[in-house]
């Protein structure tokens, strides 16, 4: 069986546009193709447990300082903001760690 895959169209012809154009662009396929999963690595959810926690008080710290601030206006707005992405960058990565050892892809 042949499959050729043209501007997102499918076409299931043999031979469109002549041997040349379908040998370029076209995929031969002899069979279904079988994608087997490894097998799953056991997760230690107490360590990932442990380290998420640690990544949320960090987060917590940070925002803290940040509200504790008294100047009616932030003083370097960008060091917050490198401070507050951060923060979100490290709650993804806690919640993505979470994602992998709970809940198998």
């Given at each position: 069986m042949a499959a050729c895959q043209?501007?997102?169209?499918?076409?299931?012809h043999w031979k469109p546009r002549g041997f040349r154009w379908f040998s370029r662009v076209c995929?031969?396929?002899?069979?279904?193709v079988m994608m087997s999963r490894p097998p799953r690595?056991?997760?230690?959810?107490?360590?990932?447990?442990?380290d998420v926690k640690a990544k949320i008080r960090q987060v917590i710290g940070e925002l803290e300082a940040i509200e504790q601030q008294?100047?009616?206006?932030?003083?370097?707005?960008?060091?917050?903001?490198?401070?507050l992405?951060?923060?979100?960058?490290?709650?993804?990565s806690a919640m993505?760690?979470?994602r992998s050892a709970w809940w198998s892809p």
């Open positions: 043209t501007l997102g169209r499918a076409i299931n995929v031969f396929a002899s069979g279904p690595v056991p997760v230690d959810l107490q360590a990932v447990t442990r008294t100047n009616p206006i932030f003083l370097q707005p960008r060091d917050v903001y490198v401070d992405d951060m923060c979100i960058h490290q709650l993804e993505s760690r979470m």
